[in-house]
């Protein structure tokens, strides 16, 4: 079995525009990193690449979507468990990045609920 040709060891950055491209597998392109046909007669074949501004949209929506769909329901507002986790983190590194936001998550809602004790309607 054949081992594909290593032409570019580093990274590579490229303008493209909106469309289907075919990536070359093999190595042996002179148009890298894009296939020219040059793997015929081997067992190597070109990887289709879809390139959209759909995949683009998504991709950042995706960032204000998720944090106001998972926090929907829950009961300290994102920006509480957001300095919570960011605070944790900053404090105890990876493990208080979770724990972080359940401590000031708890203590927002005790104190919420100590605000409004003598709320009570008669």
Known sequence: MEK???VQKHSLKLEMETGTYMWCSCG???K???CDGSHRGTHFKPE???IT???VFISLIDNVI???VMGRKAPAPTLVIFLGAIGGFMLNGIIGLFIGAVILSLGYNI???WL???DVTE
């Open 32 to 34: 890298q990193p894009f």
């Open 53 to 55: 501004i759909w995949m």
């Open 28 to 30: 042996r392109s002179e």
């Open 4 to 6: 594909p040709i290593i």
């Open 116 to 118: 409004h004790m003598n």
């Open 48 to 50: 289709k690449v879809v």
């Open 111 to 113: 104190f919420h609920w």
């Open 66 to 68: 998720k944090p106001m």
